[in-house]
């Protein structure tokens, strides 16, 4: 699809947008840049591409899945027209929708290495007659293909590893460390299973850079080198200018950091990479659209297009390292299963140079009054997790301390390649006393071994230990 002509686009606007006066302006002022190569400083294209990025993403909120087709059109020459302003050319429209709903799972998009056909269906996974124990070695046997540890003088590999059965599987391959780091638990939304929740009693904390700087210290004394920022959707709080100063200061000072922060735009993003960003963590969720409404009644996280296409614009913005997930416990797991692997499989699609990572955190408690109705038990999380990695062989497959150590442990000898370890889900919660984390944390940890335990059993396991993302 190319961008219209300026007569057409105009056109469009008048007859799609019931505030096409107060739109007009804007298209006539980006005339120049989109169709004569007008030059402009970069702090007015940013704004300018800012401009029609918001336009669009309000007028996704406002229809939703009933789009008309002129307003489908309008909303894909509002992406061009972006992506022209801040990159100088347009590129395909983005529509992730399109493809989350796109029908079963293919074949293709499942490991054909794999050496069992039993796994060559995306059904046969989640089955429940088929043994688990089966679905787990054939998993363990893609993770070790694509993540096998460097050969040592003490364990040298040899051309038998591949051939090794099931049950002789030398368990060994990369599992990368880190640690989450909050920055804030003030939050603007009212998401009903978490504690940061607005309406919630909390202990409201927000860390100065200077805080920030003393936990991650302390972090790295534990033997942590990356780190994954978090922090609630609190605009005033956790501005762009005040994530990226605290980025760069991470880096500077030889942190890898990823970030989990509310959806951003992509001149936002593009500010982090410069900063020293070296990938983004953001869940959808669920992919169901009624139940995402439902548990997200109120707040910026209500735009369900908004978070949806936040990685695309990460990726746009020259983001390295993208983690997907979804919250276990909101809707049907295998349903969100299907639509996460199609989330997957277009965003490679799009950025074959992209690593993806994926994550299930799974709902144990959530604050009073919230019920899901949907419990994922052991058997099949791991299930899931097995799915994922028969989706994507070369993609880290992520593990919090949300889940006990013996199910940790377990899936780490499965296909997990990314695990947190001595976490604490609380903003100043490394310095401050476990008492004092408690009544401010986001939710409840339930592997409460420290740095050096966790490692000390990986490697007993047999596991080459990452402690960041640049030491595979």
Known sequence: MDLPPIAEF?????ATDEDADHRLPLVEQAAPVLYAAATISEDQRQSLAEKFERWRYQRLNKYGPQLSANDRRLIAVLD??????????????????????????????LDQGSRSSEFAGFEAVLDPHVPVEEIAREAALVTLRHFRSPPSDATQRTARDDELAPRELPRRWRMRLYAPLYLSNYCVNHCLYCAFRFPNELDRVHLSVDEVIVEAEILRN????????????????????????????????????????????????????RAGACGVTLYQET????????????????????????PERAAEAGMKRLGLGILLGLADPARDIRCLIRHGQYLLDRFPEVKLAFSLPRIHEAPDGFKSGVAVDDETFIRLYCA??????????????????????????ICITQMSAGSCTA?????????DSHTREQFPIFDHRTTSQVADALERSGFYLSWGVHDD
């Open 10 to 14: 105009v056109e469009l606007v008048k």
């Open 80 to 109: 061009l027209a972006a992506s022209k302003i801040l990159q100088g050319h347009p590129r395909p429209p983005k529509a992730p929708r399109a493809a989350i709903h796109s029908g079963a799972c293919s074949e293709s998009q």
């Open 222 to 273: 534990r033997g942590h080198q990356h780190l994954l920022v978090v922090a609630g959707d609190f605009p005033k709080l956790t501005s762009t200018d005040y994530l990226v100063t605290t980025i760069r200061e991470l880096v500077a000072r030889e942190f890898s950091v990823a970030v989990e922060v509310a959806p951003q735009g992509t001149v936002s993003y593009a500010k982090m990479v």
């Open 287 to 310: 992919y169901q659209e009624e139940l995402y409404r439902r548990f997200h009644p109120r707040g910026p996280k209500v735009w369900f297009d908004w978070r949806l296409e936040a």
């Open 427 to 435: 903003p100043g919660g490394y310095t401050g006393t476990e008492n």
């Open 388 to 413: 994922l990695r028969f989706s994507f062989p070369t993609a880290d497959l992520v593990l919090s301390t949300r889940e006990p150590p013996s199910l940790r442990d377990q899936l780490a000898r």
